[in-house]
């Protein structure tokens, strides 16, 4: 059977959102694309671009890097979706419009030292408690929120979950849901969850960036 094309696979996100938006009583224009091109080679984002998305994550600084000479002519937005550690701060301010995984108050400070913008970032919550997950846990998020809302160069847009790998993306919802809550009470805006198995369930809870590799780019390539 001939794989399907990245316009094809993006064709088929968008309809898969419109009726998850459909479901929950929203507009599909109030859900945001990221395709996540971890593992995948620039000519990949290319294709993407071609068909329409504007909206570009990285979970490495060094593979942004290494892409990003062939990508510079792109008019896009560049997302940070993955741990950043502090000292690739300065790289990652050149590489990326916006921060999703700010997971601690001495990174964000980092940021907020080095920026030289006023830079758009997402708090990272790490909702299911997972050993594995970086973020700060539900009950600190409020505090770190608000905290870091107060260094002079960071705007707190919302904030971004990692959910728990699950057969079911019904099991995971609870956890969607908590982060709409606690997004809610701090009125914060965005909210970055739903990945490419459970991203029509982070929808109907409230997601307003999803952040999607496989669903539009297929299968990663492995090792030879």
Not at 109 to 115: A, D, K, Y
Not at 175 to 180: A, E, G, I, P, Q
Not at 208 to 218: H, K, N, S, Y
Request: charged residues 25%; glycine residues 6%; proline residues 6%.
């Amino acid at each position: 059977m001939r794989a399907l094309t990245v316009e094809a696979r993006i064709h088929d996100v968008m309809q898969r959102i419109e009726t998850a938006c459909h479901r929950a009583g929203r507009s599909p224009d109030e859900v945001t694309v990221i395709a996540v091109a971890k593992g995948f080679p620039a000519e990949a984002v290319l294709e993407a671009y071609a068909a329409g998305l504007r909206h570009f994550g990285e979970n490495r600084v060094q593979e942004a890097a290494a892409k990003r000479p062939r990508l510079a002519h792109l008019d896009v937005t560049w997302h940070m979706v993955g741990h950043l550690q502090t000292n690739k701060v300065s790289r990652a301010l050149e590489l990326f419009d916006v921060v999703h995984s700010v997971d601690s108050l001495r990174l964000a400070q980092e940021l907020s030292r080095r920026s030289r913008r006023r830079l758009p970032v997402l708090v990272e919550v790490n909702v299911a408690g997972e050993a594995t997950k970086f973020g700060f846990p539900p009950e600190e998020a409020a505090a770190a929120a608000e905290a870091i809302a107060r260094l002079p160069n960071l705007d707190v847009i919302g904030l971004m979950t990692v959910a728990p790998l699950a057969d079911d993306p019904e099991e995971v919802r609870p956890v969607f849901r908590r982060l709409r809550d606690l997004a809610r009470s701090l009125g914060v805006p965005h909210l970055s969850m739903g990945m490419s198995d459970d991203f029509e369930v982070a929808i109907e809870e409230g997601a307003t960036m999803v952040r999607l590799g496989r669903a539009i780019f297929g299968p990663r390539p492995g090792p030879a």
